[in-house]
């Protein structure tokens, strides 16, 4: 059974840093990506970053870049995601995914994730 468990979440005055972490277990991800999509209350979930588990290449919504920086372990088959410069608009709760088989034309969308970890909340304050 795979599951995904993040952990990392918190509140921060804007400005700050907060840096979220996923484990995989159950399987690996090697042919494919794991990443991470954030909801916020009463917003459709929207993705925020990933990255190919093979090659590493990295993809981030415009609003991040420069601020996120997405990263794996694979001996741990672990994912991070240190953030930076926090701003209110980045409160949300975030979630880590991941899917087999992957695709760079599809990789940015939230639909094309199988797996899905239990959200971790993410508050920042002005």
């Known amino acids: 059974q795979v599951q995904l468990v993040e952990s990392g979440g918190g509140l921060v005055q804007a400005g700050g840093s907060l840096r979220l972490a996923c484990a995989a277990s159950g399987r690996t991800f090697s042919s494919g990506a794991m990443g991470w999509c954030r909801q916020a209350p009463g917003k459709e979930r929207e993705f925020v970053a990933a990255?190919?588990?093979?090659?590493?290449?990295?993809y981030y919504i415009d609003s991040v870049k420069g601020r996120f920086t997405i990263s794996r372990d694979n001996a741990k088959n672990t994912v991070y995601l240190p953030m930076n410069s926090l701003k209110p608009e980045d409160t949300s709760v975030y979630y880590c995914?991941?899917?087999?088989?992957?695709?760079?034309?599809?990789?940015?969308?939230?639909?094309?994730?199988?797996?899905w970890g239990q959200g971790t909340q993410v508050t920042v304050s002005s």
């Open positions: 990255i190919s588990w093979s090659a590493g290449n990295t």
């Open positions: 995914a991941a899917r087999d088989n992957f695709n760079a034309f599809t990789v940015t969308a939230t639909s094309w994730y199988r797996y």
